[in-house]
């Protein structure tokens, strides 16, 4: 019998939750509840300093408000939690010195600067390759800029494609070595990196399903590269299209206007989630639904190819 899926939505409350939070809310929870599956709400406030606990609050009442519930996690708790990534460092502590042990992490030394410094290696894609500059000192060197610098942690990458299939962006390959190298699994404050978080906790907490934004679509090979090291199984990924604004651009979390405090005066849940769907491929016309009613509509195949402008009426005063 094919495992129970279970689908998640792991916000980064550092703000209130915005438009494009509740498009990957939303389609996270239809892809989940299509297939009978369960839904995780995980906080990923890894750094609790730029997420206080009031947004986490906000934001599992924005949830409510739009009909999106789940079925363990955030305040409410389950068998698998904390679910706030601020209370999972031992975990993170556990992965990181297996990893340690097995020689794939030296301590880098280098600074913001040095690593986007012009002769670092850019890709097409404006990304920087990390070097590998840390990968060979030697133990005094190590020891001489300790002295001066706490380093963070690096994982060190093969020279390999990795590849899956995502359920919405079809075949998807990376050769690690060449597109990103060795990347960071630990901050030099201490703070674990997204990437290895994001990996243990999905694990940890049994998800079958991950649905995200597609501007996490390039993060998936470093994460399935971990998942193979720490010997999880990997989730099935979904990268969905991003919202844009009636010019084009990326929405921005500094957009107040597409906030849920402002939005949730203008909209009612229904008349949102109808603009939604129909963003998402999912309704012929933006008309008023809720979300139980779009769960047998949901199919990955309905979902834009291409990210999605939003039209104008979204941001003005009706
Ligand atoms: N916390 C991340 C964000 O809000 C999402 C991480 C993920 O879905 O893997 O952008």
């Not at 997420?51 to 934001?59: F, I, K, Q, S």
């Amino acid at each position: 019998m094919d495992r129970q899926v279970v689908g998640r939505f792991a916000p980064s409350p550092s703000g209130r939750m915005h438009l494009g939070n509740v498009f990957c809310a939303l389609l996270a929870w239809l892809a989940a509840r299509s297939e009978n599956g369960a839904v995780v709400l995980r906080h990923e406030d890894l750094d609790p300093e730029r997420c206080p606990r009031r947004y986490a609050e906000l934001l599992e009442d924005d949830l409510l408000w739009l009909g999106l519930d789940w079925d363990e996690g955030g305040s409410r708790g389950g068998p698998r939690g904390p679910y706030y990534q601020s209370e999972r460092t031992a975990f993170y502590e556990e992965a990181y010195e297996r990893l340690r042990a097995m020689g794939l992490i030296y301590p880098c030394f280098c600074s913001r600067a040095e690593l986007h410094a012009a002769e670092a290696p850019h890709l097409s894609d404006g990304r920087v390759l990390y070097s590998g500059r840390c990968r060979s000192l030697t133990p005094e060197e190590r020891r001489a800029l300790s002295e001066r610098r706490r380093p963070a942690g690096r994982l060190m990458v093969p020279d390999e494609e990795i590849a899956f299939t995502d359920l919405s962006c079809g075949a998807y390959r990376e050769n690690l070595a060449a597109m990103c190298g060795d990347f960071l699994v630990r901050r030099s404050d201490g703070v674990f990196a997204y990437q290895l978080a994001v990996v243990v906790d999905d694990a940890l907490m049994g998800v079958t399903q991950v649905v995200r934004g597609r501007d996490l679509l390039d993060s998936t090979p470093r994460q399935l590269y971990l998942y193979r090291l720490l010997g999880y199984t990997p989730p099935a990924f979904g990268h969905i299209p991003l919202l844009l604004d009636p010019a084009g651009a990326r929405l921005s979390k500094r957009d107040a206007a597409l906030d849920l405090g402002r939005l949730r005066a203008r909209f009612t849940p229904e008349q949102l989630l109808g603009q939604l769907a129909f963003a998402g491929g999912l309704l012929e016309q933006p008309e008023p639904v809720t979300a139980r009613e779009l769960v047998p509509l949901f199919a990955w195949e309905k979902l834009p190819a291409a990210d999605v402008r939003l039209p104008a009426s979204i941001w003005e005063e009706g």
